[in-house]
């Protein structure tokens, strides 16, 4: 019996080695040392044997295999549930290398570095910086800037409008002018500012044109200001934004809110001349509704689009590319 004790526990250690998987393991053990298994039979065995010495060297030698048994089970279902878990680690693994590198940086959008830049140089120049809802009154957008409803200046603007209020009272502002009302009735004169900002036309979109897309405009109302300043403005700006090489003239032109009105173009050192923008005196109609008596102030304003700024300065050659977001277009600059 001894032998056949020995022999069962050799087989079922031989058989706990080839078990693939930790649930196999579990049903071989319950298999050999269960109460139907082979070491069970084996015990109930030992009450037919004749002495008392062999029921004792029996019993022992069984003992012996029972705990060599459950060892092999033990150590053998350690072994496969370590195997199970790198399994599981490696399919659940999350890469976490970018964390342990220095993160990158990313850079501010290419008419966002235009923005500032101007901004920049303008503050340099003297000017203050404002800013104005995107969403404004009919008042403001065209009434206040010189342009009653039934001016024909209107149909120069395909206008956004917004389902709030009277229909037609309220709109997505067509340029930045609006700003211009804003801070005469709220700031005294001397006014020396700069109006940047995100405007909206209802127009198609080509390699020029954008259906929204950003102007910064220049307001100066002072005593005895003329288009001279004015001339001298635009030609200091043209020079710190572009570089010494660079030149500035005047063209005369038509805008309902300034008198006389302005286009201005900039000469590259090439000889090329370049449409930049508009400008002109502002309107005594103007001055009066930014509550100004136009008898003791003066003025004059300009803009230009600075989405059109950043696509010459970086020689783009669709202004749609700057909003594709193409990082190897963002990338560049």
């Given at each position: ?135 404004e009154t009919d008042w403001y957008n065209f009434?206040?800037?010189?342009m009653p409803p039934d001016h024909p200046a ?180």
């Amino acid at each position: 019996m001894i032998d056949d004790v020995r022999a069962a526990a050799d087989a079922a250690v031989e058989r706990l080695a080839a078990v693939a998987t930790l649930a196999e393991a579990r049903a071989l053990e319950t298999e050999l040392l269960g109460k139907r298994g082979p070491f069970a039979e084996f015990k109930t065995r030992l009450g037919a044997l004749a002495t008392v010495e062999e029921k004792k060297a029996a019993g022992q030698a069984l003992n012996e295999a029972t705990q060599a048994v459950q060892s092999a089970v033990q150590a053998r279902a350690q072994e496969l549930q370590r195997a199970e878990r790198a399994v599981q680690l490696e399919a659940e693994r999350i890469d976490l290398t970018e964390v342990l590198s220095k993160p990158g940086r990313g850079h501010a959008h290419i008419v966002t570095q235009a923005w500032q830049r101007l901004e920049d140089v303008f503050v340099g120049l003297g000017f203050q910086v404002a800013e104005g809802p995107e969403v404004e009154t009919d008042w403001y957008n065209f009434e206040a800037l010189n342009m009653p409803p039934d001016h024909p200046a209107r149909s120069m603007h395909d206008t956004f409008y917004v389902d709030h209020g009277n229909p037609g009272s309220t709109v997505l502002r067509t340029h930045t002018s609006p700003v211009q009302i804003r801070v005469m009735q709220h700031i005294a004169p001397p006014i020396y500012m700069i109006m940047p900002g995100k405007v909206f036309r209802n127009e198609t979109t080509d390699a020029t044109h954008l259906a929204v897309f950003h102007q910064i405009e220049g307001l100066v109302i002072d005593r005895g200001i003329t288009l001279a300043h004015l001339a001298g403005t635009i030609e200091a700006f043209t020079k710190a934004f572009f570089g010494d090489g660079f030149s500035s003239r005047l063209r005369p032109s038509y805008f309902p809110f300034t008198e006389p009105s302005a286009e201005f173009d900039i000469r590259t050192p090439k000889g090329d001349w370049l449409e930049l923008g508009g400008c002109g005196m502002v309107h005594p109609n103007v001055l009066r509704a930014g509550g100004l008596d136009p008898e003791e102030w003066s003025g004059f304003a300009f803009g230009f689009g600075i989405d059109r700024m950043a696509k010459e300065r970086h020689a783009v050659g669709d202004v749609r590319e700057m909003y594709t977001n193409d990082i190897r277009f963002i990338e560049q600059f």
